[in-house]
Every structure is written in C-alpha cells, then in structure tokens.
C-alpha cells in the first residue's frame, strides 16, 4: 500500500498506477527486466517524467528569481 501512496504522491494518477504497479516488485526494481517494459508503459513514465522535470525546473527559477530579488532588498540575508 505504501508503494501506491508514493507512487500518487509523485502526481502519477490511479490510472497511470494501474498500468506500472504489475511490473513494481519494490522500490526502484523492476519486475520483469526493464527491458520487457511495454514500450506505452515506458513511454507513460518518460511523459510524466518530463513533466515533473518542468515543474521542477520552473520551481526552481521561481526560488532563484524570488532569492534575487529579497538580496537586492536584504543584501544582510535578513
């Protein structure tokens, strides 16, 4: 059960869990061989992937721009 909670809580939907779970035998493996994957399966995982990857990226302009900005206002830190 705590597969499907972090599975969810990474944004993967109930769909996308019900696709993926039959080849998740535990964290980080792969049950069969990654290479036996279905190619739709792979490529549901590369999407959602890159999606989390331009969330993060955005995030993490937003946080650089944001600390810029209190430096210019707060060059003590403050």
Same mark, same amino acid.
């Given at each position: ?5 972090? &599975? &969810? +809580? ?19 493996? &792969?049950?069969?061989?990654?290479? +036996? *994957? ?11 992937? +890159?999606? *989390?990857?331009?969330?993060t ?15 210019? *206002?707060?060059? +003590?830190?403050?």
């Amino acid at each position: 059960m705590g597969q499907i909670r972090g &599975l &969810l +809580d990474s944004g993967l939907t109930t769909e996308m869990n019900r696709v993926i779970l039959p080849y998740l035998c535990g964290p980080g493996r &792969l049950v069969p061989a990654p290479e +036996d *994957v279905p190619a739709k399966t792979a490529a549901l995982l590369r999407g959602h992937i +890159d999606r *989390v990857q331009a969330r993060t990226d955005c995030l993490a302009r937003d946080r650089d721009r944001l600390a810029a900005s209190l430096a210019a *206002v707060r060059p +003590d830190g403050g």
